[in-house]
């Protein structure tokens, strides 16, 4: 018999799988499109830094934006490749394929209380983005006599993620979709209905970036990008809501999802304020989770027709 676990798990592969399959038939698309129009096609790659803003953020004291948001230990490299097509005027689309690793622990932060909650995550990144482009702005300078293009561009679209939140437990590493550390899948007797529902490890984001591109040559260009992914789940660390019943989580999930769920008691001091209790909030669920990038790129493009854009 199947458990609410393994239906989760079966749907959040086929999703997958989907998703996988449309990618391949819209990359089909592009390039039928482009065979048959002649325009301009551009590939890329890019290389830099991801970091995770959410429930698990590590707060700094003087609350500056740049000491809590962007604290080195939980910022992991990253890596893309992308397929750009001008379409118009100063309009192109991009498809981009993303991956990375997103970060969060409790314990980097400078609040007693968030240091006392004693959670942490990991989890793989692979993102899917589909962008309009416009280009801002495209002019050229002048570099030991020859004259050098640069453009500046922002870009907004829709996006697909995969993730995959772990905790570490004696050296372990362990999936925490499955676990429900937040009462996902406990039974409740008096109704006969499951408390709540998994969450899926497939999410959409709404991706938006800007970025400038400098072109070594007609065909080369290396550039700098920044970019910002809004989603629509809060359970890319795995914390949302409110620490459920441990006896009921026990029994429906077993000894590791309690474990996992409240790690405040691995602590050697325990001050009173903090000790957590059924209900009480274990994260914000009004504030959704994000995430962002910033890549350094480098782009060749494979066939070149002649256009301007128009400014």
């Given at each position: 018999?199947?458990?609410?676990t393994d239906v989760v798990k079966s749907k959040?592969?086929?999703l997958r799988l989907l998703v996988l399959l449309a990618a391949v038939?819209?990359?089909?698309?592009v390039i039928q499109v482009k065979n048959a129009v002649g325009q301009s096609i551009e590939l890329g790659v890019q290389n830099g830094v991801s970091k995770y803003i959410g429930d698990l953020t590590p707060v700094a004291n003087d609350r500056f934006i740049w000491n809590r948001q962007l604290q080195l230990r939980?910022?992991?490299?990253?890596h893309g490749f992308y397929l750009r097509h001008h379409l118009i005027g100063r309009f192109n689309y991009r498809i981009n394929v993303s991956i990375s690793q997103l970060s969060g622990d409790d314990r980097l932060s400078d609040d007693p209380g968030q240091q006392f909650r004693n959670l942490h995550f990991r989890t793989s990144l692979m993102e899917y983005a589909l962008t309009t482009e416009m280009v801002l702005l495209h002019k050229n300078i002048t570099i030991n006599r020859k004259k050098?293009?640069?453009s500046i561009y922002a870009g907004l679209g829709a996006a697909t993620f995969f993730i995959n939140p772990q905790a570490r437990y004696?050296?372990?590493w362990y999936d925490l979709e499955t676990l429900g550390t937040e009462g996902q899948g406990t039974y409740d007797p008096s109704t006969g209905f499951y408390r709540s529902e998994y969450y899926s490890l497939i999410q959409f984001a709404i991706p938006m970036h800007g970025g400038l591109k400098y072109y070594v040559n007609d065909q080369v260009h290396i550039g700098c990008e920044f970019g910002y992914r809004k989603t629509f789940t809060d359970y890319i660390d795995d914390v949302s809501g409110a620490y459920p019943d441990p006896y009921a989580l026990e029994q429906s999930n077993g000894d590791m999802a309690v474990t996992l769920s409240d790690r405040s008691g691995e602590l050697k001091k325990s001050p009173d304020d903090f000790i957590f209790k059924s209900g009480s909030p274990r994260g914000d669920s009004s504030n959704k989770d994000a995430y962002f990038f910033a890549m350094i790129t480098l782009g060749i493009k494979?066939?070149?027709?002649?256009f301007t854009y128009d400014f």
């Open positions: 018999m199947k458990t609410q959040d592969y086929l038939l819209f990359l089909t698309l939980s910022t992991h490299t990253a050098r293009n640069y004696e050296g372990k494979l066939k070149m027709e002649p």
